[in-house]
């Protein structure tokens, strides 16, 4: 009698409970909190005596409550990933921990809601709650194993598009939900399966962990925008079987067999990721970055044009053939590392140069050079664009997408200049690298910033009455086939760019004038750009 009345037999019987209990989490110890929250939401998951609306209460409250402790985990692994090191392990750990039980808790929460099948309109507002939950969790786990290049387990995709057919078949999968109080706009169950198949789409071994993470914020603002159909369409260029686990795919290469297939794309998100780079600054620099966990005008503009590349009509491919490899290559990282390997064009302005540097940047030009040990990697591949190598993983790994570096093979005299455009974890002993090859034959210039007009360098004059010039070290990139200094581009670190400046190419007797043009292309610590031979 009264069995209604009852409560479960489980410390957090309620909201209530549960909130008092939360109270006692380690305040300055995120990483054990949402362990501790992880391990509750299971303990709510299997308890018995919980009615359906209760029990996704309570875990919907345990979500909320983990989610700040979440971020902050987050922030400190972004602050510095590296795959292999044992602290930011322990951060996926825990992130993926967390994620994990709440997808595990909301599938089977929302099980309990599922009636005949006449009755799915009169389901419990509750419902939807869970199954929008359940699938951003289920995103959640995706963009965390591609914070690490790892691949998503089939697992993932089989919870995700169960999920994703119980609310078609409750008819709400496009039904908003208001559920979480720190998003001004609801959600509904399309958007978030949408949000988890398009950042797969996105191409994340291409996107450093940073950028990754804000691929996934992005996907969610523009989800909205998104199409998706159960009939093919011109419109619809990818495809996932909701009734066979596995990643999304083409739909070119989607096969007949498909059981209950759905087709979907970028529907209208291209033009608002075209107006979102329209309201930032186009031409913004790596040097706009700021220490912290916000996000810079640089990396949402780096981010946005992936975007937009990857999910538009134009998808990147490979443009020729590698061969198989199996030898050893050189490789070092950063401009700083690149610039002491380069063949030097002679200047015989180079006391000058060093005494400018000396009292601007307080370093003499003495160490130029090299002061590391090439690692060395093994070549696994190789085309006129880019090779593939493996690391041997450790914790000390620095490689990075978007990474600046001068490689060699054994086979080779010249240092050549690339750059790390994917990472793929998913190989057991090693990691995979994809160096997009910029120039096989570069070489080092030193620029005079001479400026022309109400720029040009006479006008600076110092208090001595003297003038007084700067200079920048820019190294020559030279594409295959290139047959003068017209077809080459400048690589250069960011802190000294100056778009459309006026500068004097010092190669001794040939010195030439040559203007800085806009950047085509940006990473940490360089800038490629153009320039006009004068």
């Known amino acids: 009698m009264f069995d209604w009345l009852k409560k479960p037999d489980h410390p957090m019987s309620s909201v209530e409970e549960a909130r008092k209990l939360l109270a006692e989490l380690p305040q300055d110890d995120p990483g054990k909190a949402l362990e501790e929250i992880a391990g509750w939401m299971g303990s709510v998951k299997e308890a018995e005596g919980f009615k ?5 209460s309570v875990l919907g409250f345990l979500e909320d409550s983990g989610v700040p402790y979440h971020d902050r985990v987050l922030g400190e692994y972004l602050q510095a990933p590296q795959l292999y090191g044992a602290k930011s392990q322990g951060q996926l750990r825990q992130m993926l921990g967390f994620w994990t039980e709440a997808l595990g808790a909301f599938l089977a929460s929302a099980a309990e809601f599922e009636p005949s099948a006449e009755k799915f309109n009169t389901l419990s ?10 699938l951003h969790a289920g995103s959640a786990i995706a963009k965390c194993l591609r914070l690490a290049y790892r691949p998503v387990e089939d697992i993932v995709w089989e919870k995700l598009c169960h999920l994703y057919q119980l609310a078609e078949r409750a008819q709400i999968a496009s039904a908003p ?50 199409a998706i159909s159960d009939q093919p369409s011109d419109d619809l260029p990818f495809c996932v079987d909701l009734a066979t686990p596995g990643p999304p795919v083409e739909a070119a290469f ?7 297939p759905r087709w979907f794309g970028v529907g209208t998100a291209i033009a608002r990721i075209e107006e979102l780079l329209k309201h930032d600054a186009a031409d913004v620099l790596p040097t706009d970055r700021r220490l912290g966990r916000a996000f810079s005008v640089w990396d949402k503009v780096t981010v946005l044009r992936h975007l937009g590349m990857y999910w538009g009509s134009s998808r990147p491919y490979r443009r020729s053939d590698r061969t198989e490899a199996d030898t050893e290559v050189e490789v070092l990282e950063s401009f700083s590392a690149v610039r002491k390997v380069m063949p030097q064009t002679e200047t015989d302005e180079m006391d000058q140069i060093n005494e400018v540097k000396k009292e601007t940047s307080k370093l003499e030009l003495e160490q130029e050079a090299l002061d590391r ?31 600046i570096c001068a490689v ?20 057991r002993g090693a990691l995979r690298v994809g160096i997009e090859l910029l120039s096989r034959r570069p070489r080092g210039l030193w620029l005079k910033l001479v400026g022309e007009g109400q720029t040009a360098a006479q006008n600076w004059e110092t208090s001595s009455g003297s003038f007084s010039y700067d200079y920048l070290y820019v190294v020559l990139l030279f594409p295959d086939g290139a047959r003068s200094l017209d077809d080459a581009t400048m690589l250069m670190d960011p802190a000294g760019f100056k778009a459309d400046f006026v500068t004097l190419a010092l190669m001794g007797e040939n010195s030439r004038a040559v203007r800085l043009g806009q950047p085509l292309a940006t990473g940490d610590d360089y800038v490629i750009a153009s320039c006009t031979w004068l």
Not at 125 to 134: E, L, S, T
Not at 376 to 393: C, F, K, M, Q, V
Not at 419 to 427: E, K, N, Q, T, Y
């Open 52 to 56: 359906a609306d209760l029990r996704a």
């Open 125 to 134: 507002p509750a419902f939807g709650g869970v199954v929008c939950r359940g």
């Open 177 to 226: 939900f208001k559920i979480w109080k720190s998003e001004p706009l609801p959600t509904t169950p399309v958007q978030e399966l949408l949000r988890a198949l398009m950042l797969h789409l996105a191409a994340p071994r291409s996107l450093a962990p940073e950028h990754t993470e804000l691929a996934f914020r992005l996907g969610g603002r523009v989800a909205s925008s998104f």
């Open 254 to 260: 989607a096969g007949s067999d498909l059981a209950n």
């Open 373 to 403: 040990v090439p690692e060395t990697w093994t070549l696994r591949n190789l085309s006129h664009e880019g090779i593939g190598a493996d690391i041997p993983p450790r914790a000390d790994l620095w490689v990075k997408v978007g990474k």
């Open 408 to 427: 060699k093979p054994l086979s080779e005299e010249n240092w050549w200049v690339g750059v790390v455009r994917w990472l793929d974890a998913s190989r």
